[in-house]
């Protein structure tokens, strides 16, 4: 059975809306800025929240900002979006594993973290998906893993450590070392409880793999323990 990650579908298909042009472009209600915003609450809640001395806000994805929260309805709708290239047959079969499996919310916001011991600040990316069930979760984070491991192009990426345990629920790979390229990406992906996690962190060369590591630990953190989600 085809299963696939809500959190890496969003990646794909928000960063393919920054250069396709004939894309359907997502409109989402403009935030107000005069407005004080609310506290957050419930799966935006379990971001991490912005801090100006280590989490400034990112760059904008695409045309959905830099915070947003879909509703498990736009969250799905968006993951059939991204399938939308296969041939005919199989995306019929991969739309059919999706409603299987729907995602009952979905938050996403960029940050640039100022917190890295080589100076060079890094931007990261955080997608939070709720499934509803750990089965699920526990098997989209291991098709991902799976998936980045068979490319055999990745680098493994840093084991998350700490007194949490996040080793064997976590995994997170890098791009190939080309002189030529002067950018380092790193694509993690984990779970807690129902909430698969998806983590992009990207800097000029090299990358602070330690605080991008210690970024996503404490994002995880942060959704273990629901006092810290309020």
Known sequence: MVVLAAGAFTVVTVRRADRDPGAPVWRLPKADKAAAPAPATGLLGMLL??????????????????????????????????????????????????????????????YVSRDTALG??????????????????????????????????????????????????????????????RLD????SGYVGDVLVTATATAGRPLDKKSAEDMLRAQLDRIKEPEAAV
């Open 120 to 181: 060079t600040p890094c931007t990261m990316e955080i997608v939070l998906a709720q499934m509803g069930h750990q089965r699920t979760v526990r098997s989209m984070a291991g098709v991902q893993k799976q998936v980045f491991g068979a490319l055999k192009v990745f680098r493994e990426g840093p084991e998350i450590k700490g007194y949490k345990g996040y080793k064997n629920s976590t995994a997170c790979f890098l791009t190939p070392s080309d002189k030529d390229v």
């Open 49 to 110: 929240p912005y801090d100006a001395d280590r989490y400034a806000r990112g760059p904008d994805m695409a045309q959905f900002g830099s915070d947003v929260a879909l509703t498990g309805a736009q969250a799905n709708l968006l993951r059939k979006e991204s399938i939308k290239d296969p041939p005919r047959s199989q995306r019929r079969e991969l739309e059919r594993q999706l409603d299987r499996n729907p995602v009952r919310g979905m938050t996403m916001r960029g």
């Open 185 to 188: 990406t790193m694509f993690c």
